[in-house]
């Protein structure tokens, strides 16, 4: 059992790493080229190993740390997937297929769960809840929204817009993931929401930089 427990981490390991690395690429690449396009790929195929393993990894050890952590892997990979999926919808009459409808129900329970157990943790008098409820929200109100945008096709966003959000967003949840492993000599609070503060202001620039949208629009010149 430990030796699976320990092939089963060191691969969830590896593939994280994969996933910072081909994300960086990703992020510090001109958008649409074919270096960024490749790294997107392999970012998107290593989040799913990250997603995958850490499932067994709970089963092997349900303590309420691997719990968290599967709950922010769900949180990120969703990102990361409909990232991805987005690129199949680009046209107006392109629909939802099942899969998408699937994924944005799982993370909706996912998020919920999240989110109520941060406010037991505040009840309890622990702080770091704050956390846990900030990403609760998040991926709540994107998942919600998706489920709304999937059942009346006026409420979806410009591809453009949501492609660039949700590869950053997933992209914060794993810089976020190796910033909580390794920074562990500062504030819990602080080492996760760090990523969040830098990488929310890059989706604005982006989002005015290639399309034109966003509260930075009238402060960043147009590419």
Partial sequence: MATLESAT????IAAGVVALL?????????????RHRRAGRVYVA???????????????????NRVFLTL???????????GYRVLARKRPADE?????????????GAC????????????GGNSFGTVMIVFGL?????????????????????????????????????????SVVNFTSVSPVLSWLW??????????????KYANTGPFARLVPKA
């Fill in 9 to 12: 981490l060191w691969t969830h």
């Fill in 22 to 34: 081909a994300g960086l690429v990703a992020v510090v690449t001109v958008k649409g080229g074919r």
């Fill in 46 to 64: 290593s989040m799913g190993v990250v997603v995958v393993t850490v499932f067994p990894l709970l089963a092997l050890e349900p303590s309420s």
């Fill in 72 to 82: 922010v892997a769900v949180f990120s990979g969703y990102f990361a997937f409909t």
């Fill in 96 to 108: 939802a297929e099942p899969v998408d409808w699937a994924a944005a129900v799982l993370v909706v």
């Fill in 112 to 123: 919920l769960f999240l989110g109520g157990w941060g406010v037991g943790f505040l009840v």
């Fill in 138 to 178: 998040i991926g709540l109100v994107v998942g919600v929204s998706d489920l709304l945008a999937f059942r009346d096709s006026d409420r979806r966003e410009p591809w453009l817009n949501d492609h660039l959000g949700r590869m950053m967003g997933a992209y914060i949840a794993t810089v976020t993931a190796v």
């Fill in 195 to 208: 990523p969040t503060a830098i990488g929310v202001p890059l989706i604005w620039y982006w989002s005015r």
